[in-house]
């Protein structure tokens, strides 16, 4: 094979019909890919819908065939998307409270080997691997943000703890218990050892 072909199909191809359509189509593509994401219609159907919205805007309408390529491509689009929604709400489920600081550090990890493989067999480019650095930049960023964060929040709940620990020491004393069990409540509180 030539590389002029090569090149020519791994491009974007050219533009169908629906990629073609104008602005005012947007809506109209937003429903066709609800009806397709919903599978409640059947493809025929919603062509035929599709259609005759565009053409209560006078926009010339799609073929059968046009439309039947792009739903399949959304169509595939959607099912992938929905799986990775599953395999991570699945994932972050399992993980508990950490669940977003160990996702993120496993999406470091996955782009780094990514970088790392595309290296090793050569096919990557200075674009591409500029694009994988920045990924993995900004996902450092977010884990380092998030980890702060958390800091943050922790020291914030200890704070508040210590205020409501002194708050119920001192209404113990009022309440005219001794000093050992006022101060014997507030480590129960805390979760000293007592």
Request: no cysteine.
């Amino acid at each position: 094979m030539a590389d002029n072909e090569q090149d020519r199909r791994e491009g974007r191809g050219r533009l169908s019909s629906i990629d073609m359509l104008p602005e005012e189509a947007d809506d109209d593509l937003a429903w066709a890919m609800e009806q397709i994401r919903g599978r409640t219609m059947p493809q025929t159907a919603i062509v035929v819908e599709f259609n005759k919205r565009l053409a209560d805007r006078g926009i010339a309408g799609v073929s059968k065939s046009a439309f039947s390529r792009w739903s399949v491509r959304k169509s595939i689009q959607f099912r992938k998307l929905d799986e990775v929604r599953h395999i991570t709400s699945a994932i972050v489920g399992d993980l508990g409270t950490d669940g977003a600081d160990q996702v993120t550090v496993a999406v470091a990890e996955m782009l780094k080997v990514a970088i790392y493989e595309l290296l090793e067999t050569g096919t990557a480019d200075s674009k591409g691997v500029m694009e994988m650095a920045r990924a993995l930049t900004s996902v450092v960023s977010a884990q380092k943000a998030s980890h702060e964060h958390k800091r943050k929040l922790e020291e914030r709940v200890a704070q508040q703890m210590e205020q409501a620990a002194s708050k119920v020491e001192d209404v113990a004393r009022e309440a005219g218990m001794s000093d050992e069990r006022a101060v014997w409540m507030r480590k129960k509180l805390l979760g000293l050892r007592v």
